[in-house]
């Protein structure tokens, strides 16, 4: 009746008991499995649901103190449909259109954000943050090219020229007068950045400034990622005050520079990598 049965399964006899001896040792794979798919399932509600296999893989390193191969991660959320939300590029979008009273600056930069040295390349930029019930708040940053820490922000409930002013106060305090001699900060071609006054501000403090093309989000890369990943993770919608949403950002800058592990960071966080160059 065996031979029988493997001729209409087109399975051949001894194919057939090589598979029944090894029940158990599929037991025992899919037991192990069973125990990474819930350990994997930890850092993923973790970070609700947006987390993909490599930064599931660097967490399960740091935190757990678990080597597990990337590939059988995403195996094993196929296997559990572990789905992450994932941030879809869009290479198209068009900055926003501003006027050009002032003359621009030469991109200095060249996409060559990451220079191996902490506090050379300075990136910038303002994104618009909606909260509550269709209210709108600015929010500035200023990021490091090579360790990828956000080193000064600024949320405010308009875009005027102060906004930009206050973040590049904050970033001169925090490096407390200790200014790269070939410092860079880049931006793109937007009024704050062209005005004479931020101008004169930037220059005064020591920086050599520099500017996107026109209509090129790619020549600030970085810092378009950074404000992708804070929309991606953190939801602005119930927040009912502009110093809910103040809050909010700082707690998402603190996780980010500190508890966020990259995989082009070598698998560190920011504040790590930034300590890493350093030890170099």
């Given amino acids: 009746m065996t031979r029988y049965l493997c001729e209409l399964a087109v399975v051949s006899p001894s194919g057939y008991y090589r598979w029944l001896a090894a029940e158990e040792t599929r037991q025992l794979r899919e037991a192990v499995d069973e125990q990474d798919i819930q350990l994997i399932?930890?850092?993923?509600?973790?970070?609700?649901?947006?987390?993909?296999?490599?930064v599931i893989k660097m967490r399960?390193?740091?935190?757990s103190g678990v080597v597990m191969n990337h590939k059988k991660i995403r195996r094993l959320m196929r296997k559990a449909g572990f789905v992450a939300v994932i941030r879809q590029a869009n290479p198209y979008r068009k900055m926003a259109k501003a006027t050009h009273e002032h003359r621009a600056c030469p991109n200095l930069l060249q996409r060559q954000f990451d220079q191996r040295e902490p506090e050379k390349v300075f990136l910038t930029d303002i994104t618009y943050v909606r909260y509550g019930s269709g209210q709108w708040a600015y929010l500035s940053c200023v990021k490091d090219g090579a360790t990828r820490q956000i080193l000064a922000a600024c949320v405010a409930g308009t875009l005027?020229?102060?906004?930009?002013?206050?973040?590049?106060?904050?970033?001169?305090?925090?490096?407390?007068?200790?200014?790269?001699?070939?410092a860079i900060l880049h931006s793109d071609q937007g009024m704050h950045y062209t005005h004479p006054k931020t101008r004169l501000l930037i220059t005064k403090a020591g920086f050599k400034q520099s500017m996107s093309r026109r209509g090129n989000c790619w020549d600030n890369a970085p810092m378009e990622s950074f404000f992708g990943h804070m929309k991606d993770d953190v939801d602005f919608m119930d927040c009912q005050?502009?110093?809910?949403?103040?809050?909010?950002?700082?707690?998402?800058i603190s996780y980010y520079n500190s508890e966020r592990y990259q995989w082009t960071l070598k698998k560190m966080t920011p504040d790590e990598f930034r300590g890493h160059l350093l030890a170099g």
């Fill in 41 to 54: 399932k930890q850092h993923f509600l973790a970070l609700s649901g947006k987390a993909g296999a490599l």
């Fill in 60 to 63: 399960l390193e740091q935190i």
């Fill in 160 to 182: 005027e020229l102060t906004l930009v002013e206050r973040t590049l106060h904050h970033l001169i305090e925090r490096l407390g007068g200790n200014i790269h001699p070939e």
């Fill in 241 to 252: 005050t502009i110093d809910e949403v103040r809050e909010r950002v700082a707690d998402y």
